[in-house]
């Protein structure tokens, strides 16, 4: 693999780390600005805060007054806007083509600095936000997660919705929303990324031009909540929908980010669920014939991860189904990964990051969390020398910890009925 520039770094003086990833041979750039600001520094009086502030950001600025003049600016180029908010940041992307990276700037400083707080624009935005819980309300997927996490942590922001409650967002006033902005949209818990075809030091520039206004910290910065597990729960958690499927998640907290046993974590991950060859499509969609789709992640934070296996099925199989897949992470903590299986699931975890670094937006999430996280970017070839030297007694040390006897919980969303339930007590020695 040719050698390709390096993530060069800066610190402005307010503080605001600042990553520049050039990639001459895109045609494309984007620049992505994240906050330590998401619902992890909540509390249950302020639970959903963060998404909406989110919501209100994209709403106008002083330069550009609309969502319409704000999208415009960008859509009008070519270019694309997205934001997202998770439980420990919340991030704003422009993805547009390189020669208009500037216009990118302008309109996102615009929207930060001066978003509009007032009235009409709350109150739009409240209802909106009222509407996407319908939505999150029918999500199996969401719903699964949910309960999966109450089963895992105690109540706190890792087990409540990250768009808050309905109360909360009915309650929210401006000057609320004032507040957590003031605490939280500082400089020295906020990180700058900007990937593509571009020069380090005209996006030093440009980043101090239009985000040196940020102040550096602020006296009222809330504390990020504690993960803390929550000891001897019941093992099964069940949300019943008037649905025509069952959606199985099983799940446990797992190491870390950056651990000794993060690189162990995902190359059991990708073995266990990723793509068609993985030991549970195996089982489940090949050999029975179960579901159509399977899968199993891992994803780590700074101070926890988690690792999930999942399916969804027709309501008769879904006994049969998690009964295989627990079998299934029983074979992993008795037998050694073949040759076979761990190199397919390196060059599975190495062939996906490298298909994603030919992408701006996605090479800027991967240096956001890399900053954010652990304070210095990752290159590709540092991240998968990390999966190359990975050992199969070094995968079946994590299953046997993260897939033993007792460790897995299991949430069930759909179709579920207490027969259903009953008969996975019984018969599973896992969720009994």
């Not at 040759?339 to 060059?347: G, I, S, T, V």
């Not at 969390?369 to 304070?375: F, I, K, N, R």
Request: aromatic letters at 8%; one cysteine or more.
């Amino acid at each position: 693999m040719a050698r390709r520039p390096r993530p060069v770094t800066t610190v402005l003086d307010n503080g605001l780390a600042v990553v520049a990833q050039p990639m001459p041979w895109l045609d494309s750039a984007s620049v992505r600005i994240a906050f330590r600001a998401g619902s992890r520094y909540e509390t249950r009086e302020t639970s959903g805060i963060a998404h909406f502030i989110e919501h209100l950001v994209f709403q106008g600025g002083e330069r550009y007054r609309t969502p319409m003049e704000v999208r415009g600016a960008v859509e009008g180029v070519g270019g694309d806007v997205n934001a997202l908010t998770g439980r420990e940041t919340v991030e704003y992307v422009f993805t547009l083509p390189a020669r208009y990276l500037h216009s990118g700037f302008d309109v996102l400083s615009d929207m930060i600095r001066s978003a509009r707080l007032d009235h009409r624009v709350i109150e739009m935005e409240r209802e909106a936000i009222l509407q996407e819980f319908a939505d999150d309300d029918d999500d199996l997927l969401n719903r699964a997660d949910l309960a999966l996490r109450g089963l895992l942590f105690t109540d706190s922001p890792l087990s409540w919705d990250v768009g808050g409650t309905r109360e909360n967002i009915r309650r929210f006033v401006r000057d609320d929303f004032v507040r957590f902005r003031r605490a939280n949209y500082v400089a020295s818990d906020a990180a700058l990324v900007v990937a593509g075809d571009v020069s380090s030091s005209k996006v030093f520039r440009d980043a101090e031009r239009f985000f040196g206004f940020l102040p550096e910290t602020s006296l009222a910065r809330p504390a990020i909540a504690p993960c803390v597990l929550l000891g001897g729960s019941d093992p099964v958690a069940t949300v019943a929908l008037p649905r025509q499927q069952v959606f199985i998640l099983m799940g446990t907290v797992a190491p870390e980010g950056n651990s000794a046993q993060e690189a162990a974590c995902a190359v059991l991950a990708a073995a266990l669920g990723d793509g068609t060859a993985s030991r549970l499509y195996r089982e489940l969609r090949f050999r029975r014939g179960l579901v159509y789709q399977t899968d199993a992640d891992y994803t780590a934070d700074v101070d926890y991860g988690l690792f999930s296996l999942s399916a969804l099925t027709d309501p008769k199989n879904a006994v049969e189904t998690v009964s295989v897949m627990a079998a299934t992470c029983r074979s992993f903590t008795r037998h050694l990964l073949s040759d076979k299986e761990r190199l397919r699931a390196k060059r599975l975890i190495a062939g996906g990051r490298m298909r994603n670094c030919e992408s701006a937006e996605h090479v800027s999430d991967y240096l956001m969390v890399d900053q954010l996280a652990y304070g210095a970017p990752t290159t590709f070839r540092q991240y998968i020398h990390e999966y190359d030297h990975t050992t199969s007694e070094e995968v079946r040390a994590v299953a046997r910890d993260l897939l033993r006897h007792g460790r897995l919980k299991l949430a069930l969303a759909g179709a579920v009925t207490p027969e259903m339930v009953e008969r996975i007590r019984e018969t599973i020695p896992e969720f009994r």
